[in-house]
């Protein structure tokens, strides 16, 4: 009893201390004048005016005149960028790794593709607000745990509820490939017998569910609803059913070069659509993943090379080697659960991309056109364009550049509370050096 109450006293100290509120619909136009507008998928707009309303970029033009309904704000100096979109993250689906009781990316077993992630998504995470502030807005919410953990969701960063949050639902259908390397070393239990074996279990696995599921899908398309399935109504392979028909996409965690192989010619195989995420070794393969036109979600920017023989810089450059070779890729955090609190740095993970050869639009296509695409929502976010949802950030400077201050942002025409856990403590302990005296006049 005492760990219980110790936890939730431990959950309720770290996570209370802000108040953000959602935001209402957009209720007139906004009129944004005079700013430099990045539209992703064209030029860069300088002195260019942005009018939105009811949630939908309206117009980008220069020098549009003021109607007498209109909210006019002057952006002159500053700069427009549409929102950020975290391919992969357990973003709401955690708050604190160490309290069991803000998990929730993980059900019991090893098969639940009937999971959603968005009914499980936690508008009032105290991360969500942090993540936004620096212009991550969307973000493809993914179960993690057993072989097909779930499906993901991809939610907007701001709503009272996870319905009000939801942008699309599904946006695939998770599989954690197995390990196709037999390890060896005196820390490994295991015999290269055994690991095989515990291997082809889980392809067979594998295999066997998406037969089966792909029986189901062929026995409903012949008969009609009522006909009763001859082992019965099955949720789980229901909720298949677009998957091993081709109509969406599963997403494949795969790092190293014989799972990314494997993979491929699984999918192949199955006449499924899939997209690698992680991708470590993508760049050892981009033949092959080109040839079928696979995208990566790559995960690893900010990591240590995985072979002693490796370049140090191996990871940062793999977004340059994907780029060069002419395979669709977006960049992402690592997906980690412990990673999730860090989901901010995401612009960094570009930065550092574009540091190391990616040019530097491509980096920004990389966290938001690129990511768009391949979650299927590019008519709708990803860049500055008419007609596309008002889902952008204000920034005084580069937001690839870590000095860089997120003003404002507005998700569906909605303006956000900009407020945040680090900020409200970044003013809590100004004020205890304030008031200690070690703060000087200027920096009051």
């Not at 105290?126 to 620096?134: C, D, G, H, Q, Y």
């Not at 860049?383 to 003003?407: H, M, N, Y």
């Not at 303006?415 to 900020?423: G, L, N, P, Q």
Request: with cysteine; aromatic share 8%; glycine share 6%.
């Amino acid at each position: 009893m005492k760990r219980i109450v110790s936890a939730a006293l431990l959950f309720t100290t770290l996570v209370s201390g802000s108040d953000q509120i959602p935001a209402p619909p957009q209720s007139h136009p906004i009129l944004l004048k005079g700013g430099t507008l990045h539209t992703v998928s064209g030029d860069v707009l300088k002195n260019t005016d942005l009018l939105f309303e009811k949630g939908k970029i309206i117009r980008i033009e220069r020098n549009i005149r003021r109607e007498p309904d209109m909210e006019v704000i002057s952006v002159r100096g500053k700069h427009i960028y549409p929102g950020f979109i975290a391919a992969t993250t357990s973003l709401g689906l955690v708050e604190i790794n160490a309290v069991r009781a803000t998990r929730d990316y993980a059900e019991v077993g090893d098969i639940n593709p009937n999971v959603r992630a968005n009914v499980s998504y936690n508008p009032d995470s105290e991360l969500i607000p942090v993540a936004r502030s620096n212009g991550v807005l969307l973000a493809n919410v993914t179960p993690l745990s057993g072989i097909i953990p779930g499906q993901a969701s991809l939610m907007m960063l701001d709503g009272w509820t996870w319905e009000d949050a939801t942008l699309k639902h599904p946006t695939g259908l998770l599989l954690n490939w197995p390990n196709m390397r037999i390890r060896s070393g005196p820390q490994i239990k295991k015999s290269a017998a055994e690991q095989r074996k515990e291997r082809q279990k889980k392809l067979q696995v594998i295999d066997d569910l998406f037969a089966k599921a792909r029986a189901y899908a062929k026995y409903h398309g012949v008969n009609p609803k009522p006909v009763r399935y001859p082992e019965g109504h099955d949720l789980r392979l229901e909720s298949m059913i677009p998957y091993v028909n081709g109509e969406k996409p599963i997403f494949v965690q795969a790092n190293e070069v014989q799972q990314i192989e494997a993979t491929v010619h699984w999918a192949d195989r199955r006449k499924v659509t899939i997209i690698i995420v992680g991708g470590r070794d993508a760049w050892r393969v981009t033949d092959l993943l080109k040839k079928y036109n696979i995208p990566v979600i790559y995960q690893s920017v900010l990591a240590l090379p995985t072979r002693r023989f490796e370049d140090y810089d191996q990871a940062y450059k793999t977004p340059r080697l994907l780029y060069e070779a002419g395979v669709p890729f977006c960049i992402s955090g690592t997906g980690s659960s412990f990673a999730t609190a860090n989901l901010r740095n995401l612009p960094y993970h570009a930065a550092m991309a574009a540091s190391f050869g990616l040019p530097k639009e491509e980096a920004l296509r990389s966290i938001t056109l690129y990511p768009a695409e391949i979650l299927g929502v590019s008519d709708r976010v990803g860049s500055l364009e008419p007609g596309k949802d008002a889902t952008f950030f204000i920034a005084d400077g580069d937001p690839l550049d870590i000095r860089t201050q997120v003003e404002q942002c507005y998700i569906q025409g909605k303006k956000i509370d900009m407020s945040d856990r680090h900020k409200m403590l970044y003013r809590k302990y100004r004020q205890k050096y304030k008031q200690s005296g070690r703060l000087k006049p200027s920096q009051h």
